[in-house]
């Protein structure tokens, strides 16, 4: 493992690193490093662990990344990266992690990432995406996927219809972060139905409206419950079982009276963000 985690490193990534040939990780987070990230990487196919995060890496993902098969994490979150997520990388089938949160990334998130069996944590929020998570007809590997995930986030894109709704009955599911994208849908009235983990609901500035679905009230393991900035109206769902609630927010909907009575709860919610 080449480690150099946060050493005030400048400048760009030699081609040089393309002999370093048995490593099997490269840490470089937490530095001032630029430039695209070169093309040798395809030397390191014993590369298991690559982590750019943090840094103003610019370019394209490299395509021929799809060479380094031995790949778990992948993490470029936090730079200045453009252009589409490569086709070539549905080759990386062992991957686990898959960070690219905070780029300048467009395009749709692809159908093959439903062959990705292992995939616990792919974070794609603060990108330019687009589109929709194709459905069951288009990528039917691709519910198997959802299926598996312990967290979702793909917020501050401009991603339309997001997910299937089946998808909001995924058992192990504990993170779902979609804010900020043009949603323009309901929510599914089942959507806590069958989820016992989770502990982030962050659904604010998406265009959701109607009401909160009730189901919600069964999530007994929530802990941040982000509803604001929506169309939403109606009354609110009993929270009375959300003993875990730590933070709850409704600012900028139309739900209720205003009274603290109308979250159906013996707390007492000073912190509560309603308007």
């Known amino acids: 493992m080449l480690n150099l985690k946060a050493q005030k490193l400048v400048g760009s990534i030699p081609a040089s690193v393309g002999n370093l040939t048995y490593i099997t990780g490269i840490n470089l987070i937490d530095n001032n490093l630029h430039g695209e990230i070169p093309p040798e990487m395809d030397r390191r196919q014993s590369l298991q662990y690559l982590n750019f995060s943090h840094n103003s890496f610019c370019g394209k993902i490299p395509n021929n990344l799809s060479q380094c098969t031995q790949l778990r994490l992948l993490n470029l979150e936090s730079n200045r990266i453009k252009g589409s997520i490569p086709n070539q990388l549905s080759s990386l089938l062992g991957l686990k992690h898959l960070w690219l949160y905070g780029n300048n990334l467009t395009g749709t998130i692809p159908p093959w990432m439903g062959n990705f069996s292992l995939l616990s944590s792919p974070f794609l929020g603060e990108n330019n995406f687009q589109g929709s998570i194709p459905n069951e007809e288009r990528a039917p590997t691709l519910e198997l996927l959802l299926i598996r995930l312990e967290e979702f986030a793909a917020k501050a894109n401009n991603l339309s219809s997001l997910v299937p709704s089946s998808v909001y009955n995924i058992s192990s599911i504990k993170v779902l972060a979609v804010t900020q994208n043009q949603l323009n849908r309901e929510l599914p009235p089942n959507v806590s139905k069958i989820l016992p983990n989770l502990a982030v609901f962050h659904y604010a500035a998406s265009n959701f409206t109607r009401n909160i ?52 709860s013996p707390w007492d919610y000073s912190w509560v963000k309603r308007k």
């Open 213 to 264: 679905p009730v189901s919600l009230s069964n999530a007994s393991s929530l802990q941040l419950f982000d509803l604001g900035t929506n169309g939403l109206t109606g009354t609110l769902p009993n929270l009375g079982s959300l003993q875990s609630l730590l933070w709850l927010n409704f600012e900028g909907n139309s739900l209720g009276s205003g009274k603290k009575s109308d979250l159906n």
